[in-house]
């Protein structure tokens, strides 16, 4: 991999004019010991922010800390790690202290060896791991210039890092252009702006420097050069036989960096053919590889050598590391220069030279790429085959990239609607990129009308049409349709085929219309040599949970016990997916978390989504509601700056359950009105059952048992448990509540029979304390409940479920005061009413209260009581 390393351009750490006391401030901060900083330093092209790194970095060698170095090379961003490969290769030696799983993941992204591409986060944490190695040794820092050309892959791995060091003797110190983009995600890092050189500075560079310069010429070059160290140190040899002057070799006018540009642009164009060529091809290669240099003079011909250096050399755009054999560019502007000023049958004559010497298949592969002008099937697969290679590495983006430009090299039209297809697909299910799936999914089609029923292109166009005004219906013929074609023999290996149906799953759960999954069954049950277990298992626990086999949650808990080692984003969802009405979400929190982790830290935006709702739901039900709102919010807001707009009626859900909780129904139902408006024109019916959940418990918390009756039965009629209508189970106890406070005591009892029948209280540890809770709302007989209410409150780890269970207390209590056990009542209620309180339900605090007063108590009691 490469340095993208430049020389020095002042004669040394000693001459770093002007910058005393900024390096001062800046080595402190960074080098006191175990304190652990980040500190991002920006400046215009020119202003010597590598020799500021340089400085920083040879004090800290002075102080005995080891620095890893990486730059960032403005035509290597599209190769993956590339940086990281720099800053991690010299660590080799500490892999082996890394655990298996870490160590596999930090050889697959570096290349050195072949595996399943590692998630971002496993990735992050063990290029974090290593560094902790190493400071075992001494205190490190870890120095990256030209952030805003480091590759995307490696600056996602390099903010995670940064934000990572409090309390460690590691620092990161980076560097970027100002006012220019970059992949690194710069928000909440510290920045200083390294500023231009002042007036009193620049006259000692320039004495320094040039100290028989003309005074009338000084004066003019410190008014062109405005501090700017590079312009002052290179506008003197722009000078051509003292016929000019620096104000007239440089218009004032023009920005930074264009004058800086304007200062190399003639000093390159008067360079021989040959030295551009080599400065062409050491600019596209971004090494700096003496020998791959040599390699590509001799494929040029034409008497090409590397002694054409030597012109370069002797202007000082470019010096020779005799120790690592490297050519070093002067400046990186140099580099934008030389292409700049190049044609482009110059630079394809230098991309094909490059992929013929180098034997790296990824450069190789992408400078044949650059280096091809018309379709050419072998190019193209070679293409295909990175886009695969850097796939597996976790770099969707380069992948993409990889494919689109195989794409437009593809001769037949059907290759080209397929590479595209698979772009689209990466595009929308792994990088959030909705937009460009949506284009690239349109140039398939008119490549190859008939490639949208490929499951690829199924699986994408269902995610565009979710996400924009398509309904649920339509997307749900739209896969089936793809998998019905049959043209992946149903094989349950084939990883396209079983990402489809665990997308259909969805769709199914989403239209909440029992014909919808018929063509789901018959796909799956076709599926050899079985169907995989976490999409079995799904079908079951997912689709119809109150008709799943005894032994489905079984299997699901043995899938479970493996998740603290899975590191697959997409698994992990999944596992969620099946644990929502099992109540199994707890033992997925520390993965969720993972995955929403590496979701904030630029990992794949639906799996971020799908973490966020997972621990939504479950923190509801465990009780934090503070942690449900917030997270509920940030789900809200990524939906929205996404483009999966689609996924935020989870999260109106979420926070409507905790407003209607606490009394606000107000807002509950201005939420449910949202869901509603937005579910009901797209046909998601299953959006509509969670708004009547939410309706339902509004209405209870007004005392409306009326109303909560008629929206609760609206998901499930009492007496049965609607087929494929999972989230029936999650109303058991409000519609038996509501029943019986509304004089319904018969369609309560049936209620209860349905649910003893489909045996809910075996599904989930939940469900058992509220079918218990139901079961003893419709006991005649006042010891027959108070026996069941007894039983279900005392089962092992209900307490999981705080506001759940003081529900159940609070009716226990109820009928407590009822049976005239007055003390055992207050205890129950006190209990409850604790809890209550804790989370804010306020209407069920009022309630606990006015049962509390009935059996004799009052507030001055409390804490006697």
Known sequence: MHTGATPPSTGGLDHLVGRDADLSRIVDLLLNEGSGSALLLSGEDGVGKTEFLKAVAHSASEAGTRVLRAGGVQFEADVSYSALHQVLLPLAPFFSDLNSTRREAIQVALGLRVGAPPERLLLSNAALAVLQAAILQSPVLLVVDD?????????????????????????????????????????????????????????????????SLAPTVRRRLLETAQGNPLALLELPSALRDGQRTAGEFLPHVLPPTQRLQSLFLSRVQHLPANTRYLLLVATLDGSGDLSTLCAAAREAGGGVGIEDLAPAERDQLVSLDAGSRRLLFRHPLIRSVVVEISTSGQRRAAHRALSRVLSDPEHRAWHLGEATLHPDEQVAVQLERHARRVLNRGDAVAAIAALVRAADLSPVDADRALRLTEAAYIGADATGSLRSASELLEGARRADPYQRRSLRHAAAAVQLLLNGNGDVRTAHRLLTGAISEGRHGYDATNVALTDALHLLLLLCFYGGDPEMWEPFHTAVNQLRPEPPPLLAVAVQTFGNPARSEAAAVGQLDKILATAVDETDSSCIVRMGTASIYPDRLSALREPSWRVVRQGRDGGPVRRHVGGLTHLCLDSYHSGRWGETVQLADEGLQLCEESGYRFFAWYFLYSKAMVAACR???????????????????????????????????????????????????????????????????WLIYDLVESAVRSNRRAEAVNHVRSLHETRVEAFSPRLALLFGGCAALTAEEDDVALRLFEKSLSAPGVDQWPFDRARVQLAHGERLSRARETMAARDILLSALQVFEQLGAQAWVERAKRELRAAGWHADCRAVT
Request: charge should be positive; proline fraction near 8%.
């Open 663 to 729: 009394g606000d129904t107000d807002t509950a139902r201005a939420l449910v009105d949202r869901m509603t408006d937005w579910a009901a024109p797209r046909g998601v019916r299953s959006a509509l059952g969670y708004a009547r959940h939410v309706q339902a418990l509004a209405s209870i918390s007004n005392s409306d048992f009326e109303s909560a009756f008629c929206h609760a039965s609206a998901v499930s009629p009492p007496g049965q448990l609607a087929p494929y209508t999972p989230h029936a189970l």
């Open 147 to 211: 952030l805003q050309w480091v590759d995307r892959a490696s600056a996602a791995v390099f903010g995670f890092i940064a934000r990572r060091l409090v309390g460690s003797p590691i620092s990161f110190l980076g560097a970027f252009r100002t006012e220019t983009g970059s992949f690194f995600e710069r928000s909440g890092l510290p920045q200083f702006q390294l500023p231009p050189l002042n007036e009193d500075a620049s006259k000692r560079l320039v004495n320094l420097r040039f100290p």
